[in-house]
């Protein structure tokens, strides 16, 4: 029986072929992003490529850092709700998207990488991971980061970047030929590394836009379906990160604003929904859908606190993109279950090792005055 049998719980014989498990990092693109974006797996077979084995090459590239994710090791606790205004109900029977509905929300705000301790920078990817409690004991979780598009399409190109962009230990950074290599043969993830690049980062986390990148669809009350893109758009004005900001000696600075701003009130982001046409794409996170398609503001994030991670909170939070709703339903887009397979093989591991507080500490949040 294929891994993918094991998984799925498929009987022999019922997939022609496996699916390659690959996973990586747009590092290529933005120099000590390594780890940048959320985990992908699949299935070659289980012989030759496994979600550990990936897991394993993570911490090849990151080294070993017990107790902490092996992605998106940085980071800290946020809290609040989400109040829907009906708008999304006619797209989607999830109860999170009923009018007036009031969602309790968790989740995380992240830096990229494997570097638990790593320190703030401009090039590295941000990201947001929520939690949504719905009635019923209903759950949907995602994961987000602040770049528009994926660097890949397919776990195998996903495995092959994280080799590619593996920094060199006398330079701290990818070597630039096997980076030049790695997009000669991957012309997709050249195209979408330009408008990673392209995109305006700007000088926080309250100010980022989060993108969900893949495809998912919105099933409705009489079962029609709708392929979907989201963000989260943020009411703050977006300023831009300046270089001056990202040398600061305070090696915490992203997160210092965040707990500051937090202390001085809430921070919030429109959930949109970009809805998407027969014609666009929902198998491919590399391409950005045509301008100018419909979208759809269905309600209200506040983020209201912000704590350190231990045990019992964000911490011990698997972020899997297939935790979804009623109403909710994933794409055809390959690395959904690639996701799924190898965080929670991340998460397993982690779970049986001892644990070391976050560079985001008590220190930090008292600082700020939390």
């Not at 969602?103 to 941000?126: F, I, N």
């Amino acid at each position: 029986m294929t891994l993918l049998n094991d998984l799925t719980g498929a009987p022999p014989g019922t997939t022609t072929r496996a699916l390659l498990l690959r996973l990586s990092t747009i590092g290529a693109v933005l120099a000590g992003s390594v780890g940048a974006f959320a985990y992908a797996g699949g299935w070659l077979s289980p012989a030759t490529l496994t979600p550990a084995h990936v897991i394993d090459r993570f911490e090849q590239v990151n080294g070993p850092h017990p107790g902490f994710r092996r992605n998106h090791a940085k980071g800290l606790c946020v809290a609040g709700r989400f109040v829907a205004n009906g708008a999304g109900a006619r797209l989607s029977k999830a109860n999170v998207f009923a009018a007036n509905r009031v969602t309790p929300v968790e989740g995380r705000v992240a830096l990229a990488g494997g570097q638990p301790y790593a320190a703030d920078a401009l090039a590295t990817v941000r990201s947001l991971a929520l939690r949504f409690r719905l009635p019923g004991g209903e759950e949907w979780r995602t994961g987000m980061n602040n770049i528009p598009v994926f660097p890949v399409r397919t776990p195998e190109a996903f495995y092959e970047q994280l080799l590619a962009a593996k920094p060199d230990p006398a330079t701290g950074k990818p070597d630039p030929e096997r980076l030049k290599s790695f997009f000669a043969n991957h012309p997709k993830s050249a195209k979408a590394a330009a408008l990673i690049k392209a995109r305006t980062i700007t000088s926080g986390f309250a100010d980022s836009t989060f993108w969900g990148l893949n495809a998912f669809r919105f099933v409705a009350a009489d079962g029609s379906a709708t392929p979907v893109r989201w963000a989260f758009v943020p009411e703050m004005q977006a300023t831009p990160e300046t270089a001056a900001r990202s040398a600061m000696t305070d090696k915490n600075y992203l997160f210092d604003d965040l707990i500051a701003q937090l202390r001085h009130g809430p921070r919030r982001w429109q959930l949109i929904a970009t809805l998407g046409q027969p014609s666009d794409a929902t198998d491919d996170a590399t391409l950005p859908w045509p301008a100018g398609r419909e979208t759809v503001d269905t309600g209200t994030l506040t983020l209201t606190n912000a704590v350190p991670e231990e045990a019992g909170n964000c911490r011990d939070i698997n972020f899997d993109p297939l935790v979804l709703p009623d109403g909710i339903a994933p794409s055809d887009d390959p690395l959904l279950s690639a996701r799924s397979a190898a965080y929670s093989r991340s998460f397993t591991r982690r779970a049986g090792e001892a644990k070391s507080a976050s560079a985001v500490s008590e220190m930090t949040t008292q600082g700020a005055g939390l």
